[in-house]
């Protein structure tokens, strides 16, 4: 074991003694080598290996790396939905390193455990990786499945080792205890060399048009994620962009592929420069351009520190910005990898409803490269105007062969896709066939696309995990890279581009997770009776609440208690009781109506929101109407099109409290954190132009209710408190609105959560309360702890959630400060200056 880093070799070491351990260190610290060496070492011993993995990719990717070492006593296989029936059998009977997910071991694997005695009398390991991935309430199911998975191998009389591997853990042995319930040792100081990462975090310009309200308009992250796409893969640049939905992907692919359409038709003329082009293998230039509030920070190991590049000057006036466009941290090193050049000023499509391109410019020949009002287009069709400052590496220059296969360099992957495809996928961008794939965060973690030189973040990714992880992504194989994160119109996206210290030298969030929730014990309790009739030496595995539950499965019916302990007397599965993802029912199937084509599934909430009658649906580069939403037959029906528009659904909340857990003073007010019951409702969609953002109106919905019972943090303030508010003219309502838009989008940096695992609600007179009230809640059933973090850290929270505000350049609110993009009131009314009042009345001392 010479040839291990010392972080590698200590978490290997405390595998072979028998002690469970969790290895957190950053990304690409060969953390994969570390559980590598003690589980070849098992396998070659005569012991079985269970690798778990929160995606099947990850699992396909492994099991080629461990059919590249070439050891004929190493049987590895993967088992998930992907692995065809014929050949389950010969993975439960043969194989001696499985590789799967949580999934698969909750639905097939241990319910048939007596199938797989022969592996688990022998399983010597377990490795969980990429355990950061385990938050919320799927983590909360995992933490049960692999305490079912425990008292499975028990029943064989074999007691594996547990070890975890994340790049991003916060108290990593803490959270390993929670999540196996096991003690846990921890390894995280990373003995790995690394390049230098350069940080741009980039805030798209605003534009002329106006948005609800009149509020001003940021320019798309996707718009700008494309533009930035494209021009990086024409440069030769290995890109992989992060995007936030499915649909998003599907779009920036689909934009910037069209971009490289564009470029590949008309540059056979030979281009004329104005400027220096910036050479594709160095970064370097001249005179690189500028763009609108583009801060760069450098996080650097073993980097030669070289000097600070001076802010850029604009190519066509040569006039340096009044606000510099590179504002480099004091503790920063520049690498001389540059920023892309200015993003392009017209874009055919948009994920983000109701935010257009930038109409300061218009497009030429060339879409992807603007051009100030007034110049003239070239006078031959076709040729490229005299404006044109692209980099263009020298080789585009001369091999035009090559530029016609441009747009097939760029491509879109994301869950969904057929399994071959996405292996095939995986291997083009390894290759280099493919230099930019547009993704969901279904490649943020450990799949080896190494070869990467830049990474792009379309919206902050929800958790400073996510976004170290998915920067991470670039300069794997101990190479410089760039990594940008590109704001999205929203207040913590706003709030960090301004405020690097909030992103850069702090650590990432803890990861919440509550095994204990009723809503997710209960399930698995009914599961592990199924597989194994529960006895009282059974109850400290599964946690301190397990007697209590357990009395409330038995009075439901769902569990009968006899002398030898509780067993599961239903004919259904018992698995089936527990959603692990979230979902929350069973998937909708989206159908293409003139073929039978099965195009893919959304889950049944997402469905109400993202598959609605009315609704726009992006698949593979291809935009569809849906015709029909069909909840009891679980399909939605799609017929092909191509409108000028996107749909954004809009729903009502209505929220009432059952219970108060605990209280405390906050400022003239009182913050809260209990129980509550949530009902919403999709009442409409909202059709909005692509390029202009404007609103072609709001079409009713009949959609049923949902209501869900979670946790939820709230706050009052009482009459005597908002009196001279409301005699001061402050809309009272509309200022509690805005508060609680703005401290959704900020609960995230304090709670590893994402704005959309949240939800809120406000009212000036609320009925439970008979006070104004501002309610922040779990969007998960039974809660899943992000509220309950906010109550813990709700000063800092709501301190930062008022500096948002301030600080936005707005007048009267905009998606930056205090707009909603899921408020199912149209962002009606919102009160900026009487939202920063509030939060200074709940903040001051008394």
Not at 195 to 213: C, D, H, K, V, Y
Not at 567 to 580: H, Q, Y
Not at 677 to 685: I, N
Not at 823 to 836: F, M, Q, V, Y
Request: hydrophobic content about 35%; charged content about 20%.
């Amino acid at each position: 074991m010479t040839g291990l880093w010392p972080h590698q070799y200590e978490a290997a070491d405390l595998a072979f003694r028998g002690r469970n351990v969790i290895i957190s260190t950053g990304t690409a610290s060969g953390k994969s080598l570390a559980y590598l060496t003690p589980a070849v070492a098992a396998c070659l011993d005569g012991g079985t290996v269970l690798y778990l993995t929160p995606t099947k990719a990850l699992a396909a990717d492994q099991l080629r790396s461990l059919r590249e070492l070439r050891i004929t006593q190493l049987r590895a296989a993967t088992f998930d939905g992907d692995t065809p029936f014929e050949e389950r059998t010969w993975v439960r009977q043969h194989a001696n390193y499985v590789l799967t997910n949580p999934d698969m071991l909750h639905r097939s694997i241990l319910p048939r455990h007596s199938q797989w005695s022969s592996f688990f009398r022998r399983l010597r390991l377990v490795v969980v990786d990429e355990c950061h991935g385990y938050r919320g309430v799927f983590g909360s199911h995992v933490a049960q499945i692999l305490r079912r998975l425990r008292r499975a191998c028990a029943r064989y009389h074999s007691h594996p080792t547990f070890i975890l591997a994340s790049a991003t853990a916060s108290e990593p042995g803490v959270f390993g205890r929670r999540l196996t319930g096991l003690e846990m040792d921890e390894v995280t100081v990373d003995a790995s060399p690394k390049g230098a990462t350069t940080f741009a975090l980039w805030e798209p310009p605003l534009t002329e048009l106006r948005g609800e309200g009149g509020a001003p308009v940021r320019r798309t992250a996707t718009a700008e994620a494309a533009d930035l796409l494209a021009d990086l893969v024409l440069a030769d640049v290995r890109t992989l962009a992060f995007v936030r939905s499915r649909r998003g992907a599907e779009t920036v692919a689909l934009t910037a592929r069209a971009k490289l359409a564009d470029v590949a038709f008309s540059l056979p003329y030979t281009p004329t420069h104005t400027g220096p082009a910036t050479d594709a293998k160095t970064g370097s230039t001249a005179n690189p351009p500028a763009h609108p509030t583009t801060t760069t920070h450098t996080e650097a190991t073993h980097a030669q520190t070289t000097p600070t590049p001076a802010p850029p000057t604009d190519p066509r006036t040569g006039s340096t910005p009044d606000t510099p466009a590179l504002a480099t941290h004091a503790e920063a090193t520049y690498t001389g990898a540059a920023l892309p050049p200015e993003p392009p000023a017209d874009v055919s499509a948009t994920a983000d409803p109701g935010t257009p391109s930038d109409p300061e410019t218009t497009a030429d020949a060339h879409p992807g490269r603007p051009r100030e009002r007034g110049d003239q287009p070239s006078t031959q069709p076709g040729q490229p105007p005299s404006s044109l400052t692209w980099a263009i590496p020298e080789q585009a220059e001369t091999d035009f062969n090559d530029l016609a296969d441009l747009p097939n360099k760029i491509a879109a992957y994301r869950a969904g896709y057929l399994a071959e495809d996405r292996r095939l996928l995986e291997k083009a961008l390894r290759e280099g066939t493919i230099m930019g794939l547009a993704t969901t965060n279904a490649l943020e973690l450990g799949v080896d696309v190494s070869g990467l030189d830049a990474v792009l973040i379309a919206g902050w990714p929800g958790t400073r995990a996510s976004f170290w992880q998915q920067a991470g992504r670039a300069g794997r194989d101990g190479q410089d890279a760039l990594a940008v994160l590109i704001a999205r119109d929203d207040p913590l996206d706003t709030y960090l581009v301004h405020h690097p210290e909030a992103l850069f030298g702090r650590p990432v969030e803890a990861i919440v997770l509550d095994p204990d929730n009723p809503y997710v014990l209960g399930p698995h309790l009914c599961a592990a009776a199924a597989e194994i009739p529960l006895t009282e030496d059974d109850l400290p595995i599964f946690g301190p609440t397990t007697a209590k539950v357990l009395e409330d499965l038995v009075a439901e019916g769902m569990l009968r208690k006899r002398p030898a302990g509780w067993f599961w007397t239903k004919r259904e599965r018992a698995t089936d009781l527990a959603d692990i993802r979230g979902g929350g029912g069973n998937p909708i199937q989206v159908v293409e109506s003139s073929t039978g084509r099965l195009l893919g599934s959304v889950d049944e909430p997402s469905a109400h929101t993202t598959v609605h009658t009315g609704a726009i649906y992006l698949h593979q580069g291809e935009t569809f109407l849906v015709e029909l939403l069909d909840l009891e037959a679980g399909v939605a029906l799609v017929s092909s099109a191509n409108p000028d528009y996107t749909t954004f659904a809009r729903d009502i909340t209505d929220i009432s409290i059952l219970s108060t857990e605990r209280s405390q003073p906050l400022g003239t007010g009182t913050l809260h954190f209990g129980e509550v019951e949530v009902t919403r409702q999709v009442v409409s969609y909202l059709k909005r132009r692509l390029q202009s953002g404007e609103s072609l109106g709001d079409e009713p919905l009949e959609l049923p209710p949902r209501t869900l019972r979670t946790r939820a943090v709230w706050w009052t303030l009482p009459a005597s408190a908002v009196a001279p508010l409301a005699e001061a003219g402050i809309d009272l309502g509309g200022a509690a609105h805005a508060a609680e838009h703005a401290s959704i989008g900020l609960l995230p940096l304090f709670a590893t959560c994402d704005r959309w695992d949240i939800g809120g609600v406000s009212t000036e007179l609320h009925a439970d309360t008979g006070l104004l009230t501002v309610f922040v809640y779990d969007g998960h059933e039974g809660g899943a702890g992000f509220a309950e973090r906010g109550y813990a850290r709700a000063t800092d929270w709501l301190t930062a959630t008022r500096e948002a505000i301030l600080s936005c350049e707005c007048e009267r609110g905009c998606p930056s400060c205090i707009q909603s993009p899921k408020c199912g009131n149209g962002n009606e009314p919102l009160d900026k200056r009487g939202a920063i009042r509030l939060l200074n009345i709940l903040l001051s001392p008394q």
